[in-house]
């Protein structure tokens, strides 16, 4: 799994040019989009494409070539593998055919937007890409409203505008901030409530590029105040027995695990 630069060409590390011109094939969404990486640092190799559109495919065609004991490299257009980009059939695959997957880090949208952020990092959600859709967007943010944790997700540029209103109306004037051609020529870094941003956007003629969208930690609510089914699945998640966590919260609110049960069922 070879990390690639996010746009800056310079951005990649001496050990990931030194794989790419070792291995036996490149697997890759774009095949163009590798060559130019690959003229740059003087690396001839069989590019392959393997996206979403052709994984199922292409992953039982890759683990032949594998299993016949050639390396290949995955790369995606940018950044590290599978954050958000393609290639978790292909690992899970290899690794339940005790195939070695080798990680070879380097740069990332998410991790690269988070630094500059100016929020905190303690604690970080990442969801990949919003829901296209309001309604789902919005229940997805409503799901989310008390998580302690900095938000992050990725945005496309026709969608931005929307989804910085419907934060807005779910969030309120959190801090947000708004990463966009990270290292490349236009860089960009924005910051204010949702709909400060909304209204700069708005006014320009033209959005290109893929947003970063980062936002600041909610107030935490009051124990009482957390929904049933949030306030045990948040024990379920820190590794509690989901009937354990049960009691937990009905000792905590004063009531019988029945009670509990009986709420949880008939949401």
């Given at each position: ?80 593998p599978l954050i958000a980009d393609p290639g978790y059939r292909l690992v899970t695959e290899a690794r339940g055919q005790g195939i070695p997957v080798v990680p070879i880090p380097g740069p990332s949208a998410l991790v690269a ?152 069922n008939e949401r």
């Amino acid at each position: 799994m070879v990390a690639t630069p996010i746009g800056n060409l310079e951005d990649i590390t001496y050990r990931a040019v030194r794989i790419l011109g070792e291995v036996d094939q490149i697997a890759c969404e774009d095949t163009r989009q590798t060559r130019k990486l690959l003229d740059r640092y003087g690396v001839s190799k069989p590019l392959v494409s393997y996206h979403e559109h052709n994984e199922r495919t292409r992953s039982q065609e890759l683990l032949r070539e594998l299993t016949a004991g050639k390396n290949i490299a995955l790369v995606s257009d940018a950044g590290t593998p599978l954050i958000a980009d393609p290639g978790y059939r292909l690992v899970t695959e290899a690794r339940g055919q005790g195939i070695p997957v080798v990680p070879i880090p380097g740069p990332s949208a998410l991790v690269a937007a988070l630094s500059v952020s100016g929020l905190p990092t303690d604690a970080v959600y990442f969801g990949g890409f919003l829901p296209a859709k309001t309604t789902q967007r919005k229940k997805l943010l409503e799901e989310l409203k008390a998580s302690p944790a900095t938000l992050v997700f990725y945005e496309a540029p026709h969608r931005i505008l929307e989804t910085l209103e419907d934060i807005a109306g779910v969030l309120g004037s959190r801090p947000i901030s708004l990463a966009r051609e990270l290292t490349k020529i236009h860089e960009e870094l924005l910051h204010g409530t949702p709909l400060e941003l909304r209204d700069m956007l708005a006014a320009r003629a033209a959005l290109k590029g893929e947003f970063t969208l980062m936002i600041g930690k909610g107030e935490p609510l009051p124990a009482e105040d957390i929904p049933l089914k949030l306030a045990v699945d948040r024990l379920v998640q820190a590794g509690v027995p989901r009937m354990d966590a049960m009691k937990t919260v009905a000792r905590q609110r004063g009531l019988s695990k029945r009670e509990v049960y009986q709420e949880l069922n008939e949401r």
